[in-house]
T-cell receptor
Framework: DAGVIQSPRHEVTEMGQEVTLRCKPISGHDYLFWYRQTMMRGLELLIYFNNNVPIDDSGMPEDRFSAKMPNASFSTLKIQPSEPRDSAVYFC????????????FGQGTRLTVV | AQSVTQLGSHVSVSEGALVLLRCNYSSSVPPYLFWYVQYPNQGLQLLLKYTSAATLVKGINGFEAEFKKSETSFHLTKPSAHMSDAAEYFCAVSDSPGGGNKLTFGTGTQLKVEL
């Protein structure tokens, strides 16, 4: 398996624009997580899915953020409208069943909102 | 709520010296604990994990960590640092079972290895 695949790797956009980040989890994994990493706040869990169903979105900072998982092999994180403070690295991770199994991380999308 | 505290945001060691990165956790249930490493411009890679089996856990690249319940600690060590160990290290705790395998991360420790 190629691991967790995120696209794009880098995104530069203007304030007010819509941004969509994409993630393909590892095949067979039934948990998918979106994290955000910033210098100020470190790594924060935004939302996670189990079997394509959102379980906990309490980490989503505002209504401008939304995430979907239409099927087991694809998820999106959308920011609309984007703001400069959304600039961060966004990581997607997936894991197989709950418990002690590790979460595998993608390489991240570095978002810059100017 | 679970949390982890990593003492020292930056640690510097000489090549060949002992590496010790500290992590203390807080958990209301028996925790699953993890150490991840992040190289520049990369995602996070698992170094090792504690899953209530052996308290001394061996991971990749010569790293190991010991779970000490009495001290609520899970410190990461490596006997002899190598230049390639320079990276950022994150301790994390999982609140499984019941909440999936979502991770709460510490703030990270940047390890610098000097000649």
């Amino acid at each position: 398996d190629a691991g967790v695949i995120q696209s794009p790797r880098h995104e530069v956009t203007e304030m007010g624009q819509e941004v969509t980040l994409r993630c393909k989890p590892i095949s067979g994994h039934d948990y998918l997580f979106w994290y955000r990493q910033t210098m100020m706040r470190g790594l924060e869990l935004l939302i996670y899915f189990n079997n394509n169903v959102p379980i906990d979105d309490s980490g989503m900072p505002e209504d401008r953020f939304s995430a979907k998982m239409p099927n087991a092999s694809f998820s999106t994180l959308k920011i609309q409208p984007s703001e400069p403070r959304d600039s961060a690295v966004y990581f997607c991770a997936s894991s197989f069943r709950q418990g002690s199994t590790e979460a595998f991380f993608g390489q991240g999308t570095r978002l810059t909102v100017v | 709520a679970q949390s982890v505290t990593q003492l020292g945001s930056h640690v510097s060691v000489s090549e060949g010296a002992l590496v010790l990165l500290r992590c203390n956790y807080s958990s209301s249930v028996p925790p699953y604990l993890f150490w991840y490493v992040q190289y520049p411009n990369q995602g996070l890679q698992l170094l090792l994990k504690y899953t209530s089996a052996a308290t001394l856990v061996k991971g990749i690249n010569g790293f190991e960590a010991e779970f000490k319940k009495s001290e609520t600690s899970f410190h990461l060590t490596k006997p002899s640092a190598h230049m390639s160990d320079a990276a950022e290290y994150f301790c994390a705790v999982s609140d499984s079972p019941g909440g999936g395998n979502k991770l709460t991360f510490g703030t990270g420790t940047q390890l610098k290895v000097e000649l």
